[in-house]
Nanobody, 121 residues
Framework: QLQACGGGLVQAGGSLRLSCAASGLTFSAYNMGWFRRAPGKGRTFVAAITSRGLGTDYTDSVRGRFTISRDNAKNTVWLQMNSLKPEDTAVYYC????????????????WGQGTQVTVSS
């Protein structure tokens, strides 16, 4: 089970930190990802981190502004979001995959419930 939290309403240029706590799975064995679903759009990849935290990747629109990290001792993954823009407004989901590819939603085995991020202009 994945439990995401940390969303909210923030002004453009502000920051938020999303957290996702895992239970009931061997967290350190999974690559973790964050996806988002903007109003009227599909679920899209935001960021991912490998199981031991040695590799990360981001979609181009957030690279340099967002940082994904994890602590396997705490079974938690975070998404630090800085310099937020109105176009970052979406429901953000954390997810876990036991596979090698982590860019598409279909690769993921477990999903959190989503947390709303709203960025006002």
């Amino acid at each position: 089970q994945l439990q995401a939290c940390g969303g909210g309403l923030v002004q453009a240029g502000g920051s938020l930190r999303l957290s996702c706590a895992a239970s009931g799975l061997t967290f350190s064995a999974y690559n973790m990802g964050w996806f988002r679903r903007a109003p009227g759009k599909g679920r899209t990849f935001v960021a991912a981190i490998t199981s031991r935290g040695l590799g990360t990747d981001y979609t181009d629109s957030v690279r340099g502004r967002f940082t994904i990290s994890r602590d396997n001792a705490k079974n938690t993954v975070w998404l630090q979001m800085n310099s937020l823009k109105p176009e970052d407004t979406a429901v953000y989901y954390c997810a876990a995959t036991g596979g090698y590819s982590y860019y598409t939603a279909g690769q993921y085995d477990y999903w959190g419930q989503g947390t709303q991020v709203t960025v006002s202009s």
